[in-house]
């Protein structure tokens, strides 16, 4: 409201500088949730990490170099061939970590048991049960990424690692620079996401490549990396991976981070707000209205707007608005609106 005696373009000039600090202040929050989710996250891994090293010790009497001496049992094992334990540490165990999670939502999502877990479903009326049509397709075109593109792109990184480093190195980096690396890993992939999500928004590429991805307006685990080949390779493997290629990072950290990357974009999709677990209704909100909530973390939504629709729906309102989803018969837009 404008005072008596005060210009118009004062008021206009006070509204403008309200707005960027309110808009200053938001990316502020976001940034120090991002910091809070990142750093709790690697304060997990440590406390684990020395959870299990204590119990080692004590119980079974290990040696206080435990991780050390198994990494080289391991490298030993496979007697110098380097190529075969990258690809054991890179594919095998992301992928066994991907499918195990993702088997047990599965097994929620196709039959509704256990009750306490199908009970934090975001989208109560939605995939119960999934349709198991749909489900099988996404299933098969999430094994044909993996063997023919998460294949060659692990063993064209290999390549690059090996040409500029020793990612398979005899000696394991210590604990606190893997934790350094997951933290740096963790930002470049938001970045690189972030924007390559947002370029396969634009009318043309949502078309023809990431409508696919759309079609599960109500996503599951396994979806995540349901997406057409382009999509998969520049927007799901070159984020997870640039981070790992410019640190030159050791075969152990990459395998961790990998790992990570798998189920954290699963718990994004999975469609349950699980106690303990981040909420995926960010991303659920995002496959509603389609020009919002494109990142993970929600620092780069709030610095470019695109959560403004998010943040300014009430919770309860919020929950109303995702109960209401496009079924998943129903046709999705052919090309959503362009951002700004």
Request: proline content about 6%; some cysteine; aromatic content about 14%.
């Amino acid at each position: 409201m404008k005072k008596p005696g005060e210009s118009s373009s004062q008021t206009d000039h006070s509204s403008s500088r309200n707005g960027r600090q309110e808009t200053s202040g938001g990316l502020w929050d976001s940034v120090k949730k991002a910091a809070f989710v990142i750093g709790s996250g690697l304060f997990f891994l440590a406390a684990f990490r020395n959870s299990v090293t204590w119990h080692l010790q004590r119980f079974w009497g290990a040696s206080g170099d435990f991780w050390q001496t198994q990494w080289t049992k391991l490298y030993r094992a496979f007697d110098g061939n380097e190529a075969a334990l990258f690809i054991v540490g890179t594919l095998l165990v992301p992928t066994f970590c991907f499918w195990l999670f993702n088997g047990f939502l599965m097994v929620v999502d196709t039959t509704g048991r256990p009750s306490f877990i199908t009970r934090y479903r975001i989208q109560v009326d939605k995939n119960n049960p999934v349709n198991p049509q749909k489900l099988r397709y996404a299933v098969w075109t999430v094994l044909m990424n993996q063997l023919l593109l998460s294949v060659p792109l692990v063993l064209l990184t290999y390549v690059v690692m090996k040409w500029h480093g020793e990612p398979c190195g005899p000696d394991l980096p210590t604990f606190h620079w893997v934790l350094l690396e997951l933290a740096v890993c963790g930002l470049l992939e938001e970045i690189f996401f972030y924007y390559s999500h947002r370029l396969f928004h634009q009318p043309l590429f949502y078309k023809h490549i990431h409508k696919i991805h759309h079609e599960w307006t109500a996503p599951v685990g396994v979806v995540s990396l349901y997406a057409h080949p382009v999509e998969h390779v520049c927007a799901n493997m070159f984020p997870a991976l640039i981070g790992p290629m410019l640190l030159g990072s050791h075969l152990a950290t990459t395998s961790l981070w990998f790992s990570i990357a798998l189920l954290v974009t699963t718990i994004s999709h999975c469609g349950y707000h699980l106690p303990l677990l981040p909420s995926p209704e960010f991303h659920d909100f995002h496959h509603l209205k389609f020009n919002q909530c494109y990142g993970v973390l929600g620092v780069l939504d709030r610095l470019h707007g695109t959560d403004d629709k998010f943040r300014k729906t009430k919770p309860f309102e919020r929950h109303t608005i995702l109960l209401s989803l496009t079924p998943l018969n129903e046709s999705i837009p052919d090309s959503p609106k362009p951002t700004q």
